[in-house]
C-alpha cells in the first residue's frame, strides 16, 4: 500500500530544502522498494499570495487526510505587515490545531564531524542522542484566564495592573503525552525522565501522579523523575546521561532549545508533532518539520542547509511509517557525508570542502 504524503514547502529556503526531499523520495521510490505517493500545497506567505490566507481549506483538507505533513519553513519581511490572523505563521498554528499536534518531539543528535561544532566539550557531546517530548497544546501559553488587570492608581498615582496567565493540565492531556514519550523510549534505550516542578506547582504533582501510573504499563523502561531547573542544568553538565525527556510545553519550549545548541547549528536540526491516532489508518496524525525557519537572508541562492529537513522526513520514516531500518541508513548518510568532510555553509569548518544545498542532497543520496 503506498505512503501518502503532503508536502508543504513554504517560503524562503523551504522550498530550495524540499526540493532535496523530493529528490530523496524519487530514489527511495527506486531503489529502496518504498511506494511514496506525494501531493504538493503552500502555506505561510506563498499561501497568502496565492490564496490570501497562511493556508487554503483545500490544502487543510488534504493535509488532514495524509499519512504524513512534511513541512519547510514559513514567513518573511515581505508579509510582515499582513493582518494578524492571516501572517504566515498562522498557517503552521492552524496545522497544529487542526492536526491535534500535541506531542512534539526535539532529537538531540551530535553527529561526530560537528563534536567541536558544541559549545560543550567534545567528549561531552560526542555521539549524544536524546529527544525531548514536550507537550504541546495545553499548560501555560493557553490556560485561561490570561488577562492583564487594571487595578488603579496607587498612593502614588501610579496606575497598577495584574498579569495572570494560567498553568492548566487535565490528567488525559499528561498521560496521552507520557504514554507517547514511553513508547519512544521503548524504541530507544529504554529510559526515560519527567520533568516538572512538582516542588513548587501543583500542576507538577499531578503531572508527576500521572507520569507514574503510565509508567507501570512499560515496566521494562527506567524511569526517573527530575525537577525541571535541575535538568536544564543536568543537560548542560553531562547530556549524555538522557534518553528521553518528557516534559510540558513551559519547561519543554526551555528545554529543548538549550538541548538542539548542544549539537551546534540551527541548520541540523529537525523536529516532530504527533496527534491523536487516527480511527481510519490507525496512524497517528503527524507533522515533521526542520527547527530553524525560512532563513530569508540567503533564500533563493542553493546555499541552505537540507540536513534538518532531510532528517525530519527521516523522523517521518521513523514515526510515521515503522521504516526504522531505512531511517537508520538516511541518518548513517548523513553522519557519513559530515565525515567525509562535506559542509554547507552554516556549517563550515576549516580543511572541510563548502558544497551547495543540492550538491549536499545529492551527496546524502549517493551514500545510500
Ligand atoms: P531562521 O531560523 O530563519 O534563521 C536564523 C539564522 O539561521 C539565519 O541567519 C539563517 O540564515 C540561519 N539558518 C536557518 N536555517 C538555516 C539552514 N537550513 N541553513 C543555513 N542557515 C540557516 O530564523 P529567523 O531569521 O529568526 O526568522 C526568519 C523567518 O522565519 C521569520 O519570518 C520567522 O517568523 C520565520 N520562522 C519560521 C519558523 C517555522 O516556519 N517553523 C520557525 C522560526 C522562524
Not at 501559553?141 to 488603579?152: M, Q, T, V
Not at 496607587?154 to 496567565?165: C, L, T, V, Y
Request: with cysteine; aromatic share 8%; net charge negative.
Amino acid at each position: 500500500m503506498s505512503q501518502k504524503l503532503f508536502l508543504l514547502p513554504g517560503d524562503g529556503i523551504g522550498t530550495e530544502i524540499m526540493a532535496e526531499v523530493e529528490k530523496l523520495i524519487a530514489f527511495l521510490n527506486k531503489n529502496k522498494n518504498t511506494d511514496f505517493f506525494y501531493e504538493k500545497g503552500l502555506v505561510g506567505g506563498s499561501a497568502y499570495d496565492e490564496y490570501g490566507v497562511a493556508i487554503s481549506d483545500e490544502d487543510m483538507a488534504k493535509a488532514l487526510e495524509a499519512d504524513a505533513v512534511i513541512f519547510g519553513a514559513v514567513g518573511g519581511p515581505k508579509w510582515d505587515n499582513v493582518a494578524y490572523d492571516k501572517r504566515p505563521e498562522a498557517g503552521l498554528l492552524r496545522l497544529r490545531k487542526d492536526l491535534g499536534l500535541f506531542a512534539n518531539l526535539r532529537p538531540a543528535i551530535c553527529y561526530q564531524a560537528l563534536a567541536d561544532a558544541s559549545s560543550l566539550k567534545r567528549e561531552l557531546v560526542e555521539g549524544l542522542d536524546i529527544l525531548i517530548v514536550r507537550e504541546l497544546t495545553g499548560g501555560v501559553y493557553f490556560g485561561e484566564p490570561k488577562e492583564i488587570i487594571e487595578l488603579g492608581d496607587n498612593e502614588h498615582g501610579k496606575q497598577q495592573k495584574r498579569a495572570i496567565d494560567t498553568q492548566l493540565y487535565e490528567s488525559y492531556e499528561i498521560d496521552r503525552i507520557a504514554r507517547v514519550a514511553f513508547d519512544m523510549a521503548i524504541k530507544r534505550n529504554k529510559k526515560l525522565h519527567s520533568a516538572d516542578k512538582k516542588n513548587v506547582m501543583i500542576s507538577g504533582v499531578l503531572w508527576d501522579e500521572v507520569v507514574r501510573e503510565v509508567a507501570k504499563d512499560y515496566q521494562e523502561v527506567e524511569f526517573h523523575h527530575i525537577l525541571a531547573d535541575n535538568c536544564a542544568m543536568q543537560l548542560v553538565r553531562n547530556p549524555k546521561q538522557f534518553d528521553v525527556i518528557v516534559t510540558d510545553n513551559l519547561f519543554g519550549d526551555i528545554l529543548s532549545d538549550a538541548a538542539a545548541m548542544l549539537t551546534g547549528s540551527l541548520g541540523m536540526l529537525p523536529s516532530a508533532s504527533l496527534g491523536a491516532i487516527d480511527k481510519k489508518t490507525g496512524k497517528r496524525k503527524a507533522l515533521y518539520e526542520p527547527v530553524h525557519g525560512s532563513a530569508p537572508d540567503i533564500a533563493g541562492k542553493n546555499i541552505a542547509n537540507p540536513i534538518a529537513m532531510i532528517a525530519s522526513f527521516a523522523m517521518a520514516l521513523r514515526y510515521s511509517f515503522n521504516m526504522i531500518e531505512l531511517a537508520d541508513e538516511i541518518e548513517n548518510a548523513i553522519s557519513g557525508v559530515l565525515d567525509d568532510g562535506l559542509r554547507s555553509g552554516d556549517i563550515m569548518q576549516e580543511n572541510c570542502q563548502q558544497v551547495s544545498t543540492s550538491e549536499m542532497g545529492d551527496a546524502i543520496i549517493a551514500k545510500l
